[in-house]
């Protein structure tokens, strides 16, 4: 294997474990938290957002989504509802105040 691929796989290795530690540090910080609704900006495929609200104890009924992409919006439609938007560029589908918990983890 040479010097470069070695370098590239070990990044990749370290990248997806700082993703893992970082999703477990915000379900610390989720534990104990009251909430009945969650908006998750920047979603993905649903699969952390899923996670969060059952750790938070709140059905998937009222639980939504941004995403930017639409091929992960897609795949997290399966799951709940998901709004397609440029965070940068469009204003956000929902009114103030209409969620209990918002999170945005790894997203700007």
Same mark, same amino acid.
């Given at each position: 294997m040479?010097g470069l691929l070695?370098?590239? #796989?070990?990044?990749l290795?370290?990248? /997806?474990? $700082?993703?893992?530690r970082n999703?477990? =540090?915000?379900m !610390?910080?989720?534990a104990g ?5 969650l ?6 495929d649903g699969?952390k957002?899923e996670?969060?609200?059952r750790?938070?104890? #709140?059905p998937l009924?009222?639980?939504k /989504?941004? $995403?930017s992409?639409?091929n992960?919006? =897609?795949?997290a !439609?399966e799951?709940f509802?998901?709004?397609?938007v ?11 105040e209409?969620?209990d918990m918002i ?6």
């Open positions: 040479t070695r370098g590239l #796989i070990r990044r290795i370290k990248a /997806g474990e $700082e993703g893992l999703h477990q =540090a915000v !610390r910080l989720l938290v009251s909430a009945a609704s908006l998750d900006v920047g979603c993905a699969t957002a996670a969060y609200a750790g938070l104890g #709140i009924d009222r639980v /989504g941004i $995403e992409r639409e992960y919006a =897609a795949e !439609r799951k509802e998901v709004y397609k440029d965070v940068e560029k469009d204003p956000f589908p929902v009114p103030d209409a969620f999170v945005c983890n790894q997203v700007l």
